[in-house]
């Protein structure tokens, strides 16, 4: 048996023991949930069940990933909309930040993109009269080797939605293609990050661990701000921001450990990925950009712009390159 079948198979069963370890906390979640309505139909009955807590928490101010001073190249863009929400009418500090700071991206070329999309050209000319950087045939996984974006340095990476848009019905093997396509992109975005120190994270709030969360690095929180060890943000290691619906099958692609214990290359003549540490997770509110709108992979559909699953709700997950 040759070394490839042996890494093949090493990620199959990598993928078998998440699936397992997934399905049960989703369980568990779900007896739960049954468990809370039993409860709150027992309130409406006149029980005697009464809450302990002090009323309802206040709202939290939605977590802003981005500083003013940040260079960040996007990925697949689709239709460049969230390209266009960060420069025409970005929340908060962020109508400080320069469009020449923003590389957009898409795998497709742009004839390709415009066919798909046909709102994309309008944008795209906005972005480029602004003085955004636009590039079509961007591969996610071989980001290093990109005219256009070798030998620079970014300090965040963002890919929103990523899908390998195979159309592949077998779940297992949709699972495998796209957890794939992640490891190639945090192999390739890991050599164009900026170096530094470590980005730390600051919140009022931390989530309390659990035995299902031994592979989280860091609180699973809002209202954050991030910060490095040094004042000047550009002495702060670069970051690689990913964001996927939190529900079935996107959690099953399980992306915190794909990211922090990467599997053995499925081929010998692959590089080792690296490995990073989880930052932060957050909800990733698309009404916070004024104007997003997601696309599929296969471009626009008869009914609507597409859905990325039922139920649930956006998250973000922000990396940085281990030591």
């Not at 961007?138 to 848009?165: C, E, M, Q, Y």
């Not at 990050?193 to 929180?221: F, M, Y």
């Not at 909800?283 to 296969?298: D, I, V």
Request: with cysteine; net charge positive.
């Amino acid at each position: 048996m040759g070394k490839s079948s042996k890494a093949g198979k090493g990620l199959k069963s990598a993928l078998q023991a998440q699936q397992s370890r997934l399905q049960k906390k989703q369980q568990a979640e779900k007896a739960a949930q049954v468990a809370e309505q039993r409860n709150k139909t027992q309130k409406k009955g006149g029980g005697a069940i009464k809450s302990k807590g002090k009323g309802k928490a206040p709202a939290r101010r939605p977590t802003i990933p981005f500083r003013a001073t940040d260079t960040i190249l996007l990925i697949g863009e689709g239709n460049f909309s969230f390209a266009r929400a960060l420069v025409v009418d970005a929340p908060g500090d962020l109508a400080q930040l320069s469009p020449s700071n923003i590389t957009a991206t898409a795998y497709d070329s742009e004839e390709e993109c415009y066919a798909k999309y046909p709102d994309a050209e309008a944008i795209v000319t906005d972005l480029r009269e602004r003085g955004v950087h636009v590039l079509f045939g961007v591969d996610a996984t071989r980001l290093d080797g990109t005219s256009g974006l070798k030998n620079k340095k970014w300090d965040k990476i963002v890919w929103n939605f990523p899908h390998a848009g195979k159309g592949i019905t077998d779940q297992d093997r949709n699972i495998l293609s796209n957890q794939t396509l992640i490891l190639g992109f945090l192999r390739a975005a890991g050599k164009l990050l900026r170096p530094g120190t470590a980005p730390q994270v600051h919140t009022a709030r931390k989530k309390k661990k659990t035995d299902d969360d031994e592979e989280e690095d860091a609180p699973v929180s809002e209202d954050e701000d991030m910060e490095g060890d040094s004042s000047d943000p550009s002495a702060t290691r670069g970051t690689v921001l990913i964001t996927l619906r939190n529900v079935v099958p996107y959690t099953l692609w399980d992306v915190p450990r794909l990211a922090k214990t990467p599997p053995h290359p499925a081929s010998s003549s692959m590089p080792p990925n690296p490995s990073y540490t989880l930052l932060r997770s957050f909800t990733f509110y698309r009404s916070l950009w004024k104007g997003y709108e997601h696309r599929m992979t296969k471009g626009e559909r008869a009914h609507g712009t597409g859905k990325t699953g039922e139920g649930g709700e956006d998250r973000t997950w922000e990396f940085y390159l281990r030591d």
